[in-house]
Antibody, heavy 121, light 108 residues
Framework: QVHLVQSGAEVKKPGASVKVSCKAS????????INWVRQATGQGLEWLGW????????AYAQKFQDRVTITMDASISTAYLELINLRSEDTAVYFC??????????????WGQGTLVTVSS | SSELTQPPSVSVSLGQTAMITCSGD??????AYWFRQKPGQAPVLVVS???ERPSGIPERFSGSRSGTTVTLTISGVRAEDEADYFC???????????FGGGTKLTVL
């Protein structure tokens, strides 16, 4: 079965950085894009960006363009989200989500369990 | 446009039909996707590419489109369908993902 397993909860101070991992299994990692989506408590879903593992191409939401980087280690089928210069508004659950199919990067039916990132002084 | 607009809430009686709309200029050229999310859980894809139902999703979930408005229809609503529903699409260029604000479905 397809699984996306994310790293554990993080607590960071304002101005710090966080790196969340998403390990894929049960499919060929290189064939599907990986999206990162976040959700603050009681709020909606907010897309941060995606990665094409095959080409290493990335695209980021304009809002996060200067603070987010999505990378990967294909040898261990793992994608990473790094967010720098954290502020309290970045407190949220961060999800990785596989692309819906091999030709469409839109988030599909496989999501990680979510990683809570708390930014607090 | 970079926005998808959904009603904040929809209420429906048990066994009736619920319809949740999502509108946005980008929908003229891009597919729409619908997710169901229950508290404390990751979103679940219930409709893909406007009208496709992923494996394991009950037949009572269906999607449709009319111009720049897409609709998620849930027929014969059950208590377990009470959740938040989000539409998702891409910008007109097809490069960026965007989500609607979400609709809370209440089953009466």
């Amino acid at each position: 079965q397809v699984h996306l397993v994310q790293s554990g909860a993080e607590v960071k101070k304002p101005g710090a950085s966080v790196k969340v991992s998403c390990k894929a299994s049960g499919y060929t990692f290189m064939n599907y894009d990986i999206n990162w989506v976040r959700q603050a408590t009681g709020q909606g879903l907010e897309w941060l960006g995606w990665l094409n593992p095959s080409s290493a191409d990335t695209a980021y939401a304009q809002k996060f363009q200067d603070r987010v980087t999505i990378t990967m280690d294909a040898s261990i089928s793992t994608a990473y989200l790094e967010l720098i210069n954290l502020r309290s508004e970045d407190t949220a659950v961060y999800f990785c989500a596989r692309g819906v199919d091999t030709t469409d990067f839109s988030p599909g039916d496989y999501w990680g369990q979510g990683t809570l990132v708390t930014v607090s002084s | 446009s970079s926005e998808l607009t959904q009603p904040p809430s929809v209420s429906v009686s048990l066994g009736q039909t619920a319809m949740i709309t999502c509108s946005g200029d980008g929908l003229a050229k891009q597919f729409a996707y619908w997710f169901r999310q229950k508290p404390g859980q990751a979103p679940v894809l219930v409709v893909s590419k406007d009208t496709e139902r992923p494996s394991g999703i009950p037949e009572r979930f269906s999607g449709s489109r009319s111009g720049t408005t897409v609709t998620l229809t849930i027929s014969g609503v059950r208590a377990e369908d009470e959740a938040d529903y989000f539409c998702q699409s891409s910008d007109i260029s097809g490069s960026y993902v965007m989500f609607g604000g979400g609709t809370k479905l209440t089953v009466l």
